[in-house]
């Protein structure tokens, strides 16, 4: 893939306290933020973003006098495709760079493209289970499989890509790290995401949520590798932090950290209590229960497949209390019961 200036050059923000801020678009989600300090030896990144956004990621840290040589540090989130994929290449420009990331993200990841391979078919094994309309499952999977394509050209444009994950620091829960003279504490932060953490910089206060919470609301992938039980635990151990501030990997700031944290529970429950009611008005499958729960508009863009793990993670959570029972059918599509 050439890396060469877009005809659009993201702003690289100043957002206090020492931060700077580049949003990145990317074909298929919510632009990436992508945060990062001036060290004493260099840039220090939060996350870098998806494999296409690499030249974006260039032209923005030019027009502050930067380049790839001048990076020292990238810290992931997690290793999702929005957040990491873009290392696959950037590692080939940005030789100084040393990679941080959760004890067993590497191990557990290995070659990234057949670890996103998993992912495509626990996607797709979702769509059979919220859609039993055979027209309508098949051009949801056309375009899944569009998106799909279009990620693993951009990586077979390249010759100087390499599909391992780099990972040189190995980060466990509650570690902490001097990086270009600021100290950074790490949590495991599992729930979306199994290997997701949180960097924090305790000397402002400035928790790095990642995809905890997108817009007040959180995304949790269910079967894929997340897990409403991690989340709901995780949650519960931020509200115990002293957090002053919260910056999302997508949107704008989180304005009232606790106070958000505290909604987003109790619209976890709110929504579990949806999908029991419907339910004990007669049976229905995971598309109907994601429409009631979240619009039918969630069908547009790239947030169909999370709007979905979402839903199924609460229709688990209430089958394994006994509340609930599934009735699988043709195709892997699957009807929910109330159970009296």
Known sequence: ?????????????????????????????????????????GLTLIDSGYIESVPMLQASLKTKGFSFKDIRHIIYTHNHLDHISSSLVLKSYAKNVTYYGYRSMADGVGNYLESMVLFEEATEDLFHKAF?????????????????????????????????????????????????????????????????????????????????????????YSEMDGSLG?????????????????????????????????????TLSILEKGVLRRLREGESDLKVLMEAAIGKKVHNGGHLPTALGLVYSIIQKLVLEGQIRIEKRENGYEVFHFVN
């Open 1 to 41: 893939m050439k890396v060469t200036i877009p005809k659009r050059i993201p702003d690289m923000e100043d957002i206090g306290d020492g931060v700077f801020k580049i949003v990145l678009p990317q074909p298929f989600y919510a632009p990436n933020n992508i945060y990062l300090y001036e060290g004493n030896d």
């Open 132 to 220: 039993g309309d055979k027209e309508e499952l098949d051009r949801i999977l056309e375009e899944s499989r569009q998106g799909w394509r279009q990620f693993y050209s951009k990586f077979s444009e390249t010759k100087k890509g390499d599909p391992v994950l780099k990972i040189d620091v190995a980060i466990d829960h509650n570690d902490s790290l001097e990086l270009g003279g600021r100290l950074f504490r790490f949590l495991h932060t599992p729930g979306h995401n199994l290997y997701h953490i949180t960097p924090v910089d305790p000397s402002t206060g400035i928790y790095f949520s990642g995809d905890l919470i997108i817009a007040n609301l959180t995304a949790i």
């Open 230 to 266: 991690d989340y709901y635990f995780t949650l519960s151990k931020l509200l115990e932090e002293p957090i002053k501030r919260m910056l999302p990997a997508h949107g704008s700031e989180i304005e009232d950290p606790k106070k958000t944290i505290t909604l987003v529970k109790k």
